[in-house]
């Protein structure tokens, strides 16, 4: 039986429970618009409002949401204020609430929750943009947002509740010119003249609050912008008689670093958890209704390959900016979500990996690779150092990887079976692979070189190669063993022109080969496969390559080859030799 079609009303798209707005009636995606209020009014907007009511059940809560970048965090936070916020400035007089009539928060409880739109005083801060190579820089910038904040309730200055001490203290704050101290007691400030403004508790949205936390790390005032923020958000969300709730967004949950370490109040939700699984992210039913409603139902599939994957709570999510950006494309797949910002995270992971880490990478770069690995959401920068693990619970945050084992979530000793999402991410690590050992081979032109002898067949080539890599690139002093040969290789051979990612150690024919290049096109590629040894003497290689490749055909490592054959090496090292034995067969 066919599914039946979604319906297009009164400005709302409804296909089962999924609803899509676009009251302007034109299909535009909001692709790097995250102001709610314009997207509502001009764009397509995915119903995320059940949000709110998330957020008003747990009652005088503060809640941090931990999603990766590009997740819907920052168009979700503009969503609460303009559902909240009591209208100020250009604004003053004007309600919203017509944007969110005939989407599901308007109608969740035969209306319950609308009695709480426009009815409060909203404080809200982006942290993204305080991004500071110094502590004073920070201070600086800091400075400069809480007195955009206060400008944009500049109508506290008139307000007949406040004292003239309460008018000054507001007003230096608001000028930039309020001291450390002042600034450190600026949140708390603003909530407490709000509320006596309007008589009514105040909803504190802060966006980003991880951002100048990870800038610091890296430029070396960690302690000093963490020792800040604690003071000003512990100061403003712990027994605050002005505050009704607050919403935090944020990459990485900071919580061991102790700017949370007094708030009993604190609710936090990570991807493990299933509380507001499907608020962050596109649901399998959500593409689908969208692909239907712009006309592109035939593309989910391809969508889903792409940007499907993750797992957060109990609901497999897709990128949402990928989706929005491959549908805007006219569905053109490309690697959207890693264009958006630095992948600092995964590159640093890369380009210091040790062998025992690379082969851990390599695992997960295979098709329905993973590894096992436990997740401490409560990340902790400085334990990279002293507990390398800690960087698997970074990039599962960070959104590089996944698991489909969410139960019990507060549990840092379990086990959990970590794997890259889909082929936008798989596609991030092959690139950082290859740029490492682009280095490692003297250049991308050197190991473009490499690519072409080796799948054409070329030994002599090929040799000349990778005796380059290892007589310029490679220390003498990594090069000591099989196992380093062999994480040599594979990263040298990620982004071959025409295959996959390389295979490690996989049962073939009779045995297990070492390394094996799959072509995506088994009739116009041959498949590939490498044997290699390490010989103790350079005068042993020649030798020991031919009886690597002998061992290859003996033990028919590579009897799946298609019809465009295959191509068989084996290969010895001894220090910085190797020697290149070849057939095509």
């Given at each position: 039986?066919?599914?039946?079609?979604?319906?297009?009303e009164d400005g709302v798209f409804r296909k089962g429970d999924v609803r899509l707005s676009d009251r302007a009636g034109n299909k535009i995606l909001p692709i790097g618009n995250d102001r709610f209020a314009s997207v509502?009014?001009?764009?397509?907007?995915?119903?995320?409002?059940?949000?709110?009511?998330?957020?008003?059940?747990?009652?005088?809560?503060?809640?941090?949401?931990?999603?990766?970048?590009?997740?819907?965090?920052?168009?979700?936070?503009?969503?609460?204020?303009?559902?909240?916020?009591?209208?100020?400035?250009?604004?003053?007089?004007?309600?919203?609430?017509?944007?969110?009539?005939?989407?599901?928060?308007?109608?969740?409880?035969?209306?319950?929750?609308?009695?709480?739109?426009?009815?409060?005083?909203?404080?809200?801060?982006?942290?993204?943009?305080?991004?500071?190579?110094?502590?004073?820089?920070?201070?600086?910038?800091?400075?400069?947002?809480?007195?955009?904040?206060?400008?944009?309730?500049?109508?506290?200055?008139?307000?007949?509740?406040?004292?003239?001490?309460?008018?000054?203290?507001?007003?230096?704050?608001?000028?930039?010119?309020?001291?450390?101290?002042?600034?450190?007691?600026?949140?708390?400030?603003?909530?407490?003249?709000?509320?006596?403004?309007?008589?009514?508790?105040?909803?504190?949205?802060?966006?980003?609050?991880?951002?100048?936390?990870?800038?610091?790390?890296?430029?070396?005032?960690?302690?000093?912008?963490?020792?800040?923020?604690?003071?000003?958000?512990?100061?403003?969300?712990?027994?605050?008689?002005?505050?009704?709730?607050?919403?935090?967004?944020?990459?990485?949950?900071?919580?061991?670093?102790?700017?949370?370490?007094?708030?009993?109040?604190?609710?936090?939700?990570?991807?493990?958890?299933?509380?507001?699984?499907?608020?962050?992210?596109?649901?399998?039913?959500?593409?689908?209704?969208?692909?239907?409603?712009?006309?592109?139902?035939?593309?989910?599939?391809?969508?889903?390959?792409?940007?499907?994957?993750?797992?957060?709570?109990?609901?497999?999510?897709?990128?949402?900016?990928?989706?929005?950006?491959?549908?805007?494309?006219?569905?053109?797949?490309?690697?959207?979500?890693?264009?958006?910002?630095?992948?600092?995270?995964?590159?640093?992971?890369?380009?210091?990996?040790?062998?025992?880490?690379?082969?851990?990478?390599?695992?997960?770069?295979?098709?329905?690779?993973?590894?096992?690995?436990?997740?401490?959401?409560?990340?902790?920068?400085?334990?990279?150092?002293?507990?390398?693990?800690?960087?698997?619970?970074?990039?599962?945050?960070?959104?590089?990887?996944?698991?489909?084992?969410?139960?019990?979530?507060?549990?840092?000793?379990?086990?959990?079976?970590?794997?890259?999402?889909?082929?936008?991410?798989?596609?991030?690590?092959?690139?950082?692979?290859?740029?490492?050992?682009?280095?490692?081979?003297?250049?991308?032109?050197?190991?473009?070189?490499?690519?072409?002898?080796?799948?054409?067949?070329?030994?002599?080539?090929?040799?000349?190669?990778?005796?380059?890599?290892?007589?310029?690139?490679?220390?003498?002093?990594?090069?000591?063993?099989?196992?380093?040969?062999?994480?040599?290789?594979?990263?040298?051979?990620?982004?071959?022109?025409?295959?996959?990612?390389?295979?490690?150690?996989?049962?073939?024919?009779?045995?297990?080969?070492?390394?094996?290049?799959?072509?995506?096109?088994?009739?116009?590629?041959?498949?590939?496969?490498?044997?290699?040894?390490?010989?103790?003497?350079?005068?042993?290689?020649?030798?020991?390559?031919?009886?690597?490749?002998?061992?290859?055909?003996?033990?028919?490592?590579?009897?799946?080859?298609?019809?465009?054959?295959?191509?068989?090496?084996?290969?010895?090292?001894?220090?910085?030799?190797?020697?290149?034995?070849?057939?095509?067969?």
């Amino acid at each position: 039986m066919a599914e039946a079609a979604g319906v297009f009303e009164d400005g709302v798209f409804r296909k089962g429970d999924v609803r899509l707005s676009d009251r302007a009636g034109n299909k535009i995606l909001p692709i790097g618009n995250d102001r709610f209020a314009s997207v509502a009014e001009t764009s397509v907007f995915i119903d995320k409002t059940m949000l709110i009511a998330d957020v008003l059940d747990k009652g005088p809560a503060v809640t941090l949401f931990c999603r990766p970048r590009r997740f819907g965090k920052s168009l979700n936070l503009s969503m609460l204020q303009r559902f909240f916020e009591i209208p100020v400035g250009v604004d003053e007089g004007k309600s919203y609430a017509d944007l969110f009539e005939g989407l599901a928060i308007w109608d969740a409880r035969d209306g319950h929750y609308r009695a709480h739109q426009g009815a409060y005083p909203v404080v809200r801060f982006t942290l993204n943009n305080l991004k500071s190579v110094s502590y004073p820089d920070f201070i600086s910038w800091f400075s400069d947002a809480v007195a955009e904040e206060c400008n944009r309730h500049d109508y506290l200055l008139e307000s007949d509740r406040l004292s003239e001490f309460d008018k000054d203290a507001f007003g230096q704050l608001a000028s930039g010119r309020a001291e450390i101290g002042q600034l450190g007691r600026s949140l708390l400030r603003l909530t407490i003249l709000l509320q006596q403004h309007y008589g009514q508790s105040v909803v504190v949205l802060i966006d980003e609050y991880d951002a100048p936390v990870m800038a610091a790390h890296e430029s070396g005032c960690y302690d000093e912008v963490v020792s800040f923020l604690k003071r000003w958000l512990t100061g403003a969300l712990k027994s605050n008689d002005a505050l009704a709730f607050a919403v935090l967004t944020g990459v990485q949950r900071i919580s061991k670093e102790s700017i949370f370490s007094d708030l009993n109040n604190l609710q936090v939700d990570t991807p493990l958890n299933v509380a507001s699984d499907e608020r962050f992210g596109f649901t399998q039913a959500e593409v689908e209704a969208l692909a239907e409603y712009v006309g592109s139902a035939s593309s989910v599939s391809q969508a889903r390959e792409w940007y499907d994957g993750y797992r957060f709570g109990d609901v497999d999510v897709y990128n949402p900016w990928s989706v929005l950006n491959y549908f805007g494309n006219g569905c053109a797949p490309d690697v959207y979500w890693g264009n958006t910002s630095s992948n600092s995270v995964l590159g640093g992971l890369v380009s210091g990996a040790d062998d025992k880490m690379l082969k851990r990478l390599y695992v997960l770069a295979e098709p329905d690779g993973a590894v096992r690995a436990p997740l401490d959401t409560r990340v902790v920068f400085s334990d990279l150092a002293v507990a390398p693990q800690a960087v698997w619970s970074m990039l599962y945050l960070a959104g590089y990887l996944t698991t489909d084992d969410t139960a019990l979530p507060g549990d840092v000793d379990r086990l959990r079976p970590l794997r890259i999402p889909n082929r936008e991410v798989a596609k991030l690590y092959a690139s950082e692979i290859t740029g490492r050992f682009a280095q490692v081979a003297g250049g991308r032109d050197a190991l473009d070189d490499l690519h072409r002898a080796l799948v054409s067949g070329d030994a002599v080539a090929f040799a000349e190669e990778l005796e380059s890599v290892l007589l310029n690139c490679a220390s003498f002093h990594d090069l000591v063993s099989e196992n380093s040969y062999h994480m040599l290789m594979m990263g040298l051979l990620f982004n071959v022109p025409g295959y996959s990612a390389p295979v490690s150690n996989r049962e073939a024919g009779r045995g297990r080969f070492d390394v094996q290049l799959t072509p995506a096109d088994p009739a116009r590629n041959p498949l590939i496969t490498f044997e290699l040894k390490h010989a103790e003497q350079p005068t042993d290689l020649e030798l020991a390559a031919r009886q690597a490749l002998a061992q290859i055909d003996e033990r028919a490592y590579d009897a799946a080859a298609g019809a465009a054959g295959s191509i068989r090496y084996g290969i010895a090292f001894a220090g910085k030799s190797a020697a290149v034995a070849c057939e095509v067969v």
